[in-house]
């Protein structure tokens, strides 16, 4: 999120770590995957590991399915 200035006051912090985020939903999208197995964040480590799919509602980020695996994740994210 960058450096933060010298004495900047909580709110001026806590304004820019909101667009901060907002911006990197605009970048990432508005769906997510999290893998369920412990200790794995990338499907090369686990692809047969199953994944959390996740849907950006406009507040919060919303289950709305598990895939079996990597793939079917990807399959997910990149509907094409």
């Known amino acids: 999120m960058g450096e933060q200035p010298e004495n900047e006051p909580l709110a001026d912090w806590f304004a820019r770590r909101d667009r ?18 412990p200790g794995v964040h990338a499907a090369h480590v686990a692809p047969a590991a199953p994944r959390l799919l996740l849907e950006w509602d406009g507040r919060t980020w919303t289950p709305v399915g598990v895939a079996p695996d990597a793939r079917e994740a990807a399959r997910f994210l990149d509907p094409c």
């Open 20 to 37: 901060q985020r907002a911006s990197d939903r605009q970048i990432a999208g508005t769906r997510r995957v999290l893998p369920l197995a």
